[in-house]
C-alpha cells in the first residue's frame, strides 16, 4: 500500500460522492485515512535496527577492530551480537544493503522483494535437465542485500532437521558438529536470555505458530495424509521429522523476526559494536606471505568512496553462500583453474565454490472446488493488518503446511526423501499467484495458463523437493571484478540418483490427489502444456520425467561452497573450528561451510551455525587455546598505516 494512492482514492472518492459532507463525515475519513498511512509508516520504523555508522567513519576514519564481521543476515547478526558481549572486543559489521522495506516486515509479501536493490539478482547456468519453464532456462536466485539478510526475503519457516542430518557432519571428521553437540545452540538462539536489571531480553529469535486461515486446505491435506497412513503432528519435535504438521516460523506479532532484529540491534547499543550498511567489501587484504587478514577493502557512498579497516584478530566472511566464495575468490583464495585464467594471484589454492547444494523442487499444481475470493477481500486484509496486526498479511497461510516423505525403501531411522511446501489459492486470487509466479521469473505462457485455471477453481500448489541431493554444483568467477556476478552451475540432476527420487515423488503425489479427501472436492492434478513432455501419457514415468526438466527450479537453501571437512581432507576450505585452511584469522560463519545440506529449511541450521561458531571464537581467544594457531594478533610494527579514505578506482580494487 503506498500513502498517496491511498490519498488519492479518498479525494476522488469524496469528490464523486452523489451526496455531500456537512463535515463530521469529512474529518471521521480524514482521521481513518491518517491513522492507515501512519499505520504503514509504523511497520518498518528505524528504531527496529542498527545506526549507521558510515558518515561517522567518513569523517573520522576508521580504528583497528578485534574483529570484522562481513554481512548482517541470518549468520552474521548473530555472531557479532555474541562476540560483542565481551566488552573488550571492538567489533564492526559491513553490510551491503540498508533497512528493509516494509514489504520485508509483512509475512505475506516475501515473495513481493524480487529484481529490485534489496536482492542481489543470482541466475543459474542453463543445464536442459532443469528451469526450462523459466526465463532464459535460468533459475532465478535472488539473495537478501539487506540487514537480515536472505533471512528477510524468505518464507520464515523455521526447522532444524534430522539427527542423522549433523551425525553425518560428525562422521566426516567434524568434532562438535553431531546432533547431540548442535542441539544446544538451537534451542539458544530461540530463547529468551533472562533480562537482567530491567532491561528487555535480547540475542535471540522470536519464532512462532503461524495464524492458520486456510482450513479448507488444511483439512484436505491432513485427511489425505491420514488415508495414506502419514502422521500427522501438532509440531515437527526433536526426533520425529517425519509426516505432516504445521510448522513454526520466525514470525512474531504479525511482523517476520530476523537475526538483525533480534541480535544484532539490541547488541548495536553496545559501545564496542558498530554497523556500516551500504558497505560493499571488494577485497580481503593480506600479508606479504598471504597467511594473515591484515585489512578489508569497501565501497560506501553509492560506491564512490573506498574505506579500509584493519583487523586485530580475524576477518569473519557471513556474507552466504554465493558471495562468500565470490570474495574469497576475488581475493585470492580458491581453485587455481578458477583463478589463474582471471590472473588473480593465488595465495591459498582450495576448492573454494565447490560442493554447492541446494534443495531442487518441483512446482505441481492441483486445481479443486474451493471458496472464492471476495471483492472486498483484499481491503479488509490490508485494514486488518495495519490496524491490528492479523489476518491474511500477517501469515504465509498453508506454506506452513509441510510433508516429510518416505519414496524410497529403507529402514525407520534414515532420512525422508522428500519435503513438500504447501500453498493454496483461492478461486479467483489472480493477484496473489501472479505474484508467486513472476518471484520465480516463470514464462508469460505458463503464468497465463495458471491464471486462467485459478479463474474456474481453487488450487493447491505443491513445491516437492528433494530433501538430500546427491548432485553437486559449482559457484566460480565470470571476472576479476566484483561489479560482475558469480557463474552459478546449480547442477540440478547432475547425478541420476535425484531424478530417480522426484519420480518416485510424483508417483506419491498421484496417490495423494487420488484420496478421497481430494476426490470429495473434484480435485486433480493441473496439466500445464510442453509439447515435449505431451507427447507421452500424462501422469506416465516419461511424462515426469519431462515436465521435471521444466518446472523444476531452487528452494533458496544454497549450501557448501566453503566446505567443513578435516584439514588432510583435499574438499576442506575450513576445519571443524571454521578457519579458512592456509589463513591464521580467517573464518567463514554461513551456510557456506556446511559439508551436507540439512534436509528442511536451511534459516534455522545457518542460525544454529552462528552461535555455535561464536563459541569456538570465544574458545579460542579466552581459554588459553594457542593464540597462534588460532589466529594471534599481529605485532603493532606488523600492520602498516594506510589512508581510510581515497576517490574510488577500478584499479585500487583489482
Not at 536 to 543: D, G, T, V
Request: net charge negative.
Amino acid at each position: 500500500m503506498h500513502s498517496t494512492s491511498i490519498a488519492s482514492h479518498s479525494q476522488s472518492h469524496q469528490q464523486q460522492c452523489a451526496s455531500q459532507s456537512v463535515g463530521v463525515m469529512n474529518t471521521m475519513v480524514s482521521l481513518l485515512t491518517e491513522y492507515l498511512l501512519a499505520a504503514q509508516c509504523d511497520i518498518a520504523r528505524p528504531e527496529y535496527y542498527p545506526a549507521d555508522y558510515a558518515e561517522e567513519a567518513l569523517r573520522k576514519g576508521l580504528d583497528r577492530y578485534d574483529f570484522v564481521v562481513v554481512g548482517a543476515g541470518s549468520a552474521g547478526s548473530v555472531v557479532a551480537s555474541r562476540l560483542s558481549e565481551n566488552p573488550k572486543w571492538k567489533i564492526l559489521v559491513l553490510e551491503a544493503g540498508e533497512n528493509p522495506p516494509q514489504e520485508s516486515e509483512v509475512p505475506a509479501l516475501s515473495m513481493a522483494l524480487r529484481h529490485n536493490r534489496y536482492v542481489y539478482d543470482y541466475y543459474t547456468e542453463p543445464n536442459g535437465r532443469s528451469c526450462r519453464a523459466f526465463k532464459r532456462d535460468q533459475c532465478y536466485w535472488p539473495r537478501g542485500r539487506m540487514l537480515g539478510g536472505s533471512g528477510a526475503i524468505n518464507a520464515m519457516m523455521y526447522l532444524r532437521g534430522n539427527r542423522q542430518d549433523y551425525d553425518k557432519w560428525l562422521e566426516m571428521g567434524n568434532p562438535g558438529w553431531g546432533y547431540d553437540d548442535v542441539w544446544p545452540y538451537f534451542e539458544k538462539s530461540v530463547t529468551p536470555p533472562p533480562a537482567e536489571n530491567g532491561t528487555s531480553s535480547q540475542d535471540y529469535i522470536a519464532i512462532s505458530d503461524f495464524e492458520h486461515l486456510d482450513e479448507e486446505a488444511f483439512r484436505m491435506v491432513y485427511q489425505a495424509a491420514q488415508e495414506l497412513g502419514q502422521p500427522v503432528f501438532e509440531h515437527f519435535g526433536r526426533d520425529n521429522y517425519r509426516g505432516y504438521s504445521s510448522v513454526q516460523g520466525t514470525v512474531s506479532g504479525g511482523y517476520r523476526t530476523t537475526t538483525a532484529k533480534g541480535y544484532l540491534t539490541p547488541a548495536s547499543r553496545r559501545q564496542n559494536l558498530q554497523v556500516i550498511k551500504n558497505a560493499q567489501v571488494v577485497k580481503i587484504n593480506f600479508d606479504t606471505k598471504g597467511k594473515r587478514v591484515k585489512s578489508l577493502t569497501f565501497l560506501i557512498q553509492q560506491k564512490r568512496r573506498t574505506l579500509t579497516v584493519k583487523i586485530r584478530k580475524e576477518a569473519i566472511l557471513s556474507a552466504g553462500s554465493i558471495d562468500t566464495p565470490k570474495l574469497l575468490m576475488l581475493s585470492g583464495i580458491g581453485p587455481r583453474e578458477v583463478l589463474d585464467p582471471l590472473h588473480i594471484p593465488i595465495l591459498q589454492d582450495l576448492p573454494v565454490g565447490e560442493n554447492l547444494q541446494d534443495h531442487v523442487f518441483n512446482v505441481v499444481f492441483a486445481r479443486y472446488n474451493g471458496s472464492q475470493i471476495q471483492s472486498t477481500d483484499s481491503l479488509d486484509m490490508v485494514y486488518d493488518y495495519l490496524v491490528y496486526k492479523n489476518g491474511t498479511l500477517s501469515t504465509i497461510g498453508s506454506m506452513s503446511l509441510v510433508g516429510f516423505i518416505d519414496v524410497l525403501p529403507k529402514t525407520k531411522n534414515d532420512y525422508p526423501d522428500v519435503q513438500i511446501i504447501h500453498k493454496a489459492f483461492r478461486q479467483g486470487d489472480e493477484q496473489s499467484l501472479k505474484t508467486f509466479l513472476v518471484s520465480t521469473d516463470m514464462r508469460e505462457e505458463i503464468q497465463e495458463h495458471l491464471l486462467q485455471e485459478i479463474r474456474e477453481h481453487s488450487l493447491l500448489l505443491f513445491l516437492t523437493l528433494i530433501s538430500h541431493p546427491t548432485s553437486r554444483g559449482s559457484v566460480t568467477l565470470n571476472s576479476r571484478s566484483y561489479q560482475k556476478p558469480p557463474k552459478i552451475d546449480a547442477n540440478y540432476f547432475g547425478d541420476p540418483a535425484d531424478m530417480d527420487v522426484m519420480l518416485k515423488s510424483m508417483e506419491y503425489l498421484e496417490r495423494f490427489v487420488n484420496t478421497s479427501a481430494f476426490h470429495a472436492r473434484q480435485a486433480e492434478l493441473v496439466h500445464i502444456p510442453f509439447k515435449e513432455c505431451d507427447q507421452f501419457a500424462f501422469k506416465s514415468e516419461k511424462y515426469w520425467r519431462c515436465y521435471s526438466t521444466y518446472m523444476s527450479t531452487t528452494c533458496y537453501h544454497p549450501v557448501g561452497t566453503t566446505k567443513m571437512a578435516p584439514r588432510e581432507d583435499p574438499s576442506a576450505v575450513v576445519d571443524s573450528r571454521l578457519r579458512v585452511k592456509g589463513v591464521t584469522n580467517l573464518r567463514v560463519i554461513d551456510a557456506s561451510i556446511m559439508p551436507t545440506i540439512p534436509g528442511v529449511n536451511t534459516n534455522g541450521p545457518t542460525i544454529m551455525v552462528a552461535e555455535k561458531a561464536a563459541d569456538l571464537i570465544k574458545e579460542d581467544w579466552l581459554q588459553n587455546r594457542n593464540m597462534k594457531e588460532a589466529g594471534g594478533e599481529p605485532e603493532e610494527e606488523d600492520v602498516e598505516e594506510e589512508d581510510n579514505q581515497f576517490e574510488y578506482k577500478e584499479e585500487d580494487i583489482s
